[in-house]
């Protein structure tokens, strides 16, 4: 609320020296050509369109110092507009002398304050109030510091007679005069600053920053062609002096409404009428030389029009991109139809848009180029995906030429959402097929040493000892030859079930159920030699796919491996039950509880699982370990 009152106040100040200026004028009898002379008029226009621009941002973005810049730049201008007649009629009322010289004082002080200090730093602040980058503070900081030196130069002129010097005199001889003399330089030096820090934001800045800017460069663009053909035939008339004003209203439209409507439109048409009436101002007049003036003519009027279709296609496809051009656009996609992402992005950048994104059924965005926001447009890809697309600035809908377009690029850009998604799924198989067999490689090489290791080591140190006591204790030895025996059998035992985990042909020759009981009947001892029992239960009411029955067995030898070696249990339940579409392998221990830690075998239970769409959960149970998997019959 404070910065607002502060905005009305100075803008009213800032109407009230307008109305003060143009009075004065008025009173002390200046006519148009005495009120140009004396920068009354330019004064006054520069310094009411900035000013009353200045107040408008300000007003709206207290924070943008934009806006604050150009006010006191717009009420310096209008103080010297005002500050030059009331100077003149000071002077001719026989007024006090330092109010005379105080006037000519703030004429001269007043407006290179917005001209040397005011605009170079509202430069390097446009369009968003901030410099491009940390670095640019020290520029920002050396224009500050150097730019009242233009200032005070021009502070620094001497009367021609007509009215008293002003009280800002210095020194202007000897070293003096080189340091005023820097004035100017210092201020062209900082004015390229605030155009270079302008093109490094729209080189970098994102598609909000550059539609912000092109208001900016509009602006610039007409006022140059405005001024600069009358400044190099016969000096500036004074109408063409009210184009000015387009600066700080495109810097206003850039600031507070950059939206409002497509600002290439603009650029678009004006560079193609630039182009071409540059194009026949030149040809007519080189025609003129070796022709008459009607063969001129005639031949100018003849090559106005294909020339203007060439220049406008060349300035549309410099706005809206390949839009009119759909067979350069789809060899450009063409290229890239490997990469979704890419192939999106060449989409969005060929016809200038500024958002670009693939949707899936859900609406889950699957790719994104560009910055969303604003209105949106959205046609199907298939039957999965949706094509959905940011409207230009200005746009309120989709114009037809672009529809066209869009609707052409659907079949390759659903061909590269094909190809993507094809190659992700491929890269995930290949890696659950890496992960699977390392995980495989890691439990092979735990039961080898774990179980065949661990029992053909006590083969050897059995074997060791009956030989030790062969002809000390026949007895003995012959009672440790039948462990060794025992052991053996036991070893062998274990290679047919790591054959087995590996290959379970058992599977494919004895089906599900007979192989589990063949393999409880293997599994009667546990770790520690103490006795096992093992029961299968099977209410499996129809033939079960090959796959699923492969899964179902690994994971119930997975979990009878579990309870030989970690449940201490003297009993153990396989249970196979089919409802409702899905397996159920069940396998329950009546072991003390333990723990369960996150193993190769429970990993590798719970992967199986999740390979055929189910789910299993190794855990304990109320009487001892539980192992359930459910596993969907459809999916294998």
Same mark, same amino acid.
């Given at each position: 609320m404070r910065a607002k009152t502060v905005t009305a106040a100075l803008t009213v100040l800032l109407c009230l020296l307008g109305f003060a200026a143009g009075l004065a004028t008025w009173t002390a009898g200046w006519g148009p050509a005495r009120a140009q002379d004396a920068f009354v008029v330019s004064n006054l226009v520069i310094g009411m369109s900035f000013g009353l621009c200045g107040a408008l941002i300000a007003w709206n973005r207290p924070s943008h110092p934009v806006g604050w810049l150009f006010l006191v730049g717009g009420l310096g201008q209008t103080v010297s507009a005002a500050a030059a007649p009331l100077g003149e009629l000071s002077a001719q009322d026989g007024q006090p002398l330092w109010v005379t010289r105080a006037l000519v004082t703030a004429f001269l002080v007043a407006w290179p304050v917005h001209i040397g200090v005011c605009l170079p730093l509202s430069l390097m602040l446009l369009p968003d109030g901030h410099l491009p980058s940390p670095r640019w503070r020290y520029a920002f900081g050396v224009v500050a510091v150097v730019s009242p030196l233009f200032v005070l130069a021009a502070a620094n002129g001497r009367s021609d007679g007509t009215h008293p010097d002003g009280y800002l005199l210095l020194p202007v001889d000897g070293r003096w005069q080189a340091l005023w003399g820097a004035g100017e330089p210092v201020w062209v030096a900082s004015m390229l600053l605030g155009v270079a820090a302008l093109v490094v934001r729209f080189r970098r800045g994102d598609e909000t920053i550059r539609r912000q800017l092109l208001w900016v460069v509009v602006a610039a663009g007409t006022v140059f062609v405005a001024v600069t053909p009358w400044a190099l035939i016969a000096g500036t008339p004074v109408a063409v002096l009210f184009a000015i004003p387009l600066i700080p209203a495109g810097v206003t439209v850039a600031i507070l409404r950059h939206g409002l409507l497509d600002v290439r439109v603009v650029v678009a048409r004006a560079l193609t009428y630039l182009l071409l009436s540059t194009v026949i101002f030149a040809g007519y007049a080189l025609l003129v030389v070796w022709l008459s003036g009607v063969t001129s003519a005639l031949l100018v009027a003849l090559l106005a029009l294909p020339l203007r279709d060439r220049l406008q296609s060349a300035a549309e496809r410099l706005v809206y991109g390949d839009r009119g051009d759909p067979a350069r656009l789809a060899t450009r996609v063409g290229a890239v139809l490997h990469d979704l992402e890419g192939t999106l992005e060449q989409v969005r950048t060929s016809l200038r848009l500024p958002f670009a994104a693939v949707r899936d059924h859900t609406g889950t965005y699957l790719v994104m180029c560009g910055e969303p926001g604003g209105r949106t447009w959205t046609t199907a890809l298939g039957v999965e995906h949706s094509l959905e697309v940011g409207l230009r600035a200005g746009e309120r809908r989709l114009v037809s030429r672009d529809e066209r377009v869009l609707s052409m690029l659907t079949g390759p850009l659903t061909v590269a959402i094909t190809a993507t998604t094809t190659a992700a799924a491929l890269q995930a198989s290949r890696g659950r097929l890496v992960t699977a067999r390392e995980e495989e490689r890691r439990r092979l090489q735990r039961d080898l040493h774990d179980g065949l290791g661990t029992l053909l080591t006590g083969v050897v140190l059995t074997a060791d000892a009956a030989s030790n006591t062969l002809t000390t204790d026949p007895?003995?030895?012959?009672?440790?030859?039948?462990?060794?025996?025992?052991?053996?059998?036991?070893?062998?035992?274990?290679?047919?079930?790591?054959?087995?985990?590996?290959?379970?042909?058992?599977?494919?020759?004895?089906?599900?159920?007979?192989?589990?009981?063949?393999? @409880? %009947?293997?599994? *009667?001892?546990?770790?520690?030699?103490?006795?096992?029992?093992? !029961?299968? =239960?099977? /209410?499996? &009411?129809?033939?079960?796919? @090959? %796959?699923?029955? *492969?899964?179902?067995?690994?994971?119930?030898?997975?979990?009878? !491996?579990? =309870?030989? /070696?970690? &449940?201490?249990?003297?009993? @153990?339940?396989?249970?196979?039950?089919?409802?409702?579409?899905?397996?159920?392998?069940?396998v329950l221990d009546d072991g003390p509880s333990r723990q369960w830690g996150a193993g190769v075998g429970t990993a590798s239970m719970r992967e199986r699982a999740a390979e055929l769409g189910g789910r299993c959960d190794p855990g304990p149970g109320p009487h001892g370990g539980v192992v359930r998997a459910l596993l969907p019959i459809g999916a294998a």
């Open positions: 007895q003995r030895a012959a009672e440790l030859l039948a462990t060794v025996r025992s052991e053996l059998r036991n070893a062998v035992a274990e290679v047919h079930r790591l054959v087995d985990d590996l290959a379970p042909l058992a599977v494919d020759e004895l089906g599900l159920v007979r192989a589990l009981e063949v393999r @409880a %009947a293997q599994s *009667v001892t546990r770790a520690d030699g103490r006795p096992l029992e093992v !029961t299968v =239960v099977s /209410r499996v &009411a129809h033939p079960l796919p @090959a %796959a699923l029955e *492969v899964a179902a067995y690994r994971i119930a030898t997975e979990a009878l !491996t579990n =309870v030989i /070696r970690h &449940a201490q249990a003297t009993h @153990a339940t396989i249970s196979l039950l089919t409802s409702d579409g899905m397996l159920e392998v069940e």
